[in-house]
T-cell receptor, first 109, second 113 residues
Framework: KQEVTQIPAALSVPEGENLVLNCSFT??????LQWFRQDPGKGLTSLLL?????REQTSGRLNASLDKSSGRSTLYIAASQPGDSATYLC????????FGAGTTVTVRA | EAQVTQNPRYLITVTGKKLTVTCSQN?????MSWYRQDPGLGLRQIYY???????DKGDVPEGYKVSRKEKRNFPLILESPSPNQTSLYFC????????????FGQGTRLTVV
C-alpha cells in the first residue's frame, strides 16, 4: 500500500523567505506526482504535475523536483508572500491517487 | 472547459435519510475517486473506480456506496447517514497512466444532524 508523508506538518516564515516543502512516498512505481494548494474550507487547486520520467517542473515562483528512486519530491516556493499561506498537498498516482496529510504554511507579513 | 462537477455544494440532512452526492467529469477519465476531509485527518479515500463497473474500497468505505454505470458519473450514496459522516467531500478524476493531471470537484459540505 502506498504511503505518502509530508514533513513538516506546519511551517511559518516571514515574507520573502523561500519555502521548502517535502513529500515522500513508499512505492516508487508511480505514474505521476502532483502538488496541490488548498485554502481553508475550499477545494484543491493543482499547482504542478511531474510525470515519473521527469526530474522537475517549474511554474513561476514554484519549482518541484522528483527523485523517484528515493521516493521523494520537494516543492520550492521562491520569495514567499502572505498570499502563499495555505495547505499544500502532494499526491501520487499509481493504481490509485494517494495523498499526504499536507503542510500548512503561514507567511507572516 | 475541463471540470469535475459535484452536487450539491452544501447539504444538511437528518440521520437515516438516504442521500446521493453526484459527481460528473467531462474529460473521459478512467479513474474517479471520492474523499472525505476532516480537521486534522487530511484527505481520506472512500472509494475509487478504475473504469465503468470497476470499483474498489478505499481507506474509509464503511457507510458509503458507489456505482460507476457510465464513465463520466460516479455518485456517492449514503444509505443511512449518521452524524459521524458530517464532513467535506471531494470527488476527483484522472486518466490512468503518466502525464494526466488529476482534477477535483469543488467539494460538498455535508452536515448530518
Amino acid at each position: 500500500k502506498q504511503e505518502v508523508t509530508q514533513i513538516p506538518a506546519a511551517l511559518s516564515v516571514p515574507e520573502g523567505e523561500n519555502l521548502v516543502l517535502n513529500c515522500s512516498f513508499t512505492d516508487s512505481a508511480i505514474y505521476n506526482l502532483q502538488w496541490f494548494r488548498q485554502d481553508p474550507g475550499k477545494g484543491l487547486t493543482s499547482l504542478l504535475l511531474i510525470q515519473s520520467s521527469q526530474r522537475e517542473q517549474t511554474s513561476g515562483r514554484l519549482n518541484a523536483s522528483l527523485d523517484k528512486s528515493s521516493g521523494r519530491s520537494t516543492l520550492y516556493i521562491a520569495a514567499s508572500q502572505p498570499g502563499d499561506s495555505a495547505t499544500y498537498l502532494c499526491a501520487v498516482l499509481d493504481y490509485k491517487l494517494s495523498f499526504g496529510a499536507g503542510t500548512t504554511v503561514t507567511v507572516r507579513a | 472547459e475541463a471540470q469535475v462537477t459535484q452536487n450539491p455544494r452544501y447539504l444538511i440532512t437528518v440521520t437515516g435519510k438516504k442521500l446521493t452526492v453526484t459527481c460528473s467529469q467531462n474529460m473521459n477519465h478512467e479513474y474517479m475517486s471520492w474523499y472525505r476531509q476532516d480537521p486534522g485527518l487530511g484527505l481520506r479515500q472512500i472509494y475509487y473506480s478504475m473504469n465503468v463497473e470497476v470499483t474498489d474500497k478505499g481507506d474509509v468505505p464503511e457507510g458509503y456506496k458507489v456505482s460507476r454505470k457510465e464513465k463520466r458519473n460516479f455518485p456517492l450514496i449514503l444509505e443511512s447517514p449518521s452524524p459521524n459522516q458530517t464532513s467535506l467531500y471531494f470527488c476527483a478524476s484522472s486518466g490512468v497512466g503518466g502525464g494526466t493531471e488529476a482534477f477535483f470537484g469543488q467539494g460538498t459540505r455535508l452536515t448530518v444532524v
